[in-house]
């Protein structure tokens, strides 16, 4: 078993992917989805959180990421960028979606970022938008930011194109192919839903009208 399929089990055994082709959610960014992936369970799991951080690692070292200072998003990413940093015995910070309205009214909490190199650490990608903007804060203060690793992105062809435009490598641990295919092996999703849920990743945005359907 590969570690992409190790994280996928990982990520299915704790229920933080949850199906609903019938009853599905809707993302801040407007997307209806019959996926939602919660990633702020592994802390509560520690045997697979310990996959997660240890596939980090191997990402870093497969791809030769060299970088200074960890840092995560808020609020979801912190967790495991911290858990990362200590693993790794390297400085970790983390950058708010907004600035306190005391003190340093910084973006940027933990530690100085000015001239370093800074590996980002998300949970999870849809579009980007929250990963991108922590890159734009992280250049704003001085540092170098043009790597990011996140434990599944849901593969979107808009979070590809941002990435590429922003000059960032986004690296993830699993994807969605790898998690369909373990949850229906594992006998969590039937084929028909599979297929449903394929044809989402296909058209986020018009999948659900497709089906009449809404949250």
């Not at 979107?156 to 994807?175: M, R």
């Not at 594992?186 to 028909?192: A, D, F, K, M, P």
Request: proline share 4%; glycine share 8%; net charge neutral.
């Amino acid at each position: 078993m590969n570690r992409e399929q190790q994280v996928a089990q990982a990520l299915l055994k704790i229920g933080a992917v949850k199906f609903s082709p019938n009853n599905p959610i809707t993302f801040k960014s407007g997307i209806v989805s019959p996926v939602y992936v919660d990633n702020r369970q592994f802390p509560y799991h520690p045997a697979e959180w310990k996959i997660v951080i240890e596939g980090f690692k191997d990402l870093i070292e497969k791809n030769k990421i060299n970088f200074d200072v960890v840092a995560g998003v808020e609020a979801g990413g912190i967790p495991h960028s911290s858990a990362l940093g200590f693993y790794l015995r390297m400085p970790s910070v983390f950058v708010r979606k907004q600035a306190k309205d005391h003190g340093k009214k910084s973006l940027i909490e933990g530690g100085e970022v000015k001239n370093k190199n800074i590996l980002l650490v998300e949970d999870l990608v849809s579009t980007g938008e929250s990963s991108l903007k922590s890159i734009e804060a992280l250049r704003a203060d001085g540092a170098l930011a043009s790597n990011c690793l996140t434990i599944v992105s849901y593969g979107f062809q808009e979070a590809k194109d941002a990435f590429t435009k922003t000059g960032v490598n986004l690296f993830s641990l699993t994807s969605f192919p790898v998690i369909l295919e373990e949850a229906l092996q594992s006998g969590v999703l039937t084929q028909e839903e599979v297929l449903k849920i394929k044809e989402w990743f296909v058209d986020p945005h018009g999948w659900g009208n497709k089906y009449n359907l809404s949250t």
